[in-house]
């Protein structure tokens, strides 16, 4: 079992910043891939950008690309994403996920999930 616990969102202005944190426990995650994903009120949740914890290699939805970094801390089990530019359309719960896998995966195909983060962007 891998637990997921999301901190970090919030109610910004367009054009702000944040940064999201998930503390990850429970296995090595050496094997693993992590991934960002959000769900907009009445939408389905989506893929927003992912990593592979062993070697960095890093996957981004295109609506994200350019604004938002997806990073990890080997030492703190701790995976980020700094998102920059925020538009209101980034508006969602934003959820970490993790999956037992060599690459990337950029459908909702995960093993573990947290519990949400609300960020809220307002014009």
């Known amino acids: 079992q891998v637990q997921l616990v999301e901190s970090g969102g919030g109610s910004v202005q367009a054009g702000d910043s944040l940064r999201l944190s998930c503390a990850a426990s429970?296995?090595?995650?050496?094997?693993?891939?992590m991934g960002w994903f959000r769900q907009a009120p009445g939408k389905e949740r989506e893929f927003v950008a992912g990593?592979?914890?062993?070697?960095?290699?890093?996957v981004y939805a295109e609506a994200v690309k350019g604004r938002f970094t997806i990073s990890r801390d080997n030492a703190k089990n701790t995976l980020y994403m700094q998102m920059n530019s925020l538009k209101p359309e980034d508006t969602a719960v934003y959820y970490c996920?993790?999956?037992?896998?060599?690459?990337?995966?950029?459908?909702?195909?995960?093993?573990?999930w947290g519990q949400g983060t609300q960020v809220t962007v307002s014009s």
């Open positions: 996920a993790a999956k037992e896998s060599l690459a990337v995966v950029n459908t909702r195909r995960y093993d573990y």
């Open positions: 990593i592979r914890w062993i070697g960095g290699t890093t």
């Open positions: 429970g296995r090595t995650l050496s094997n693993y891939v």
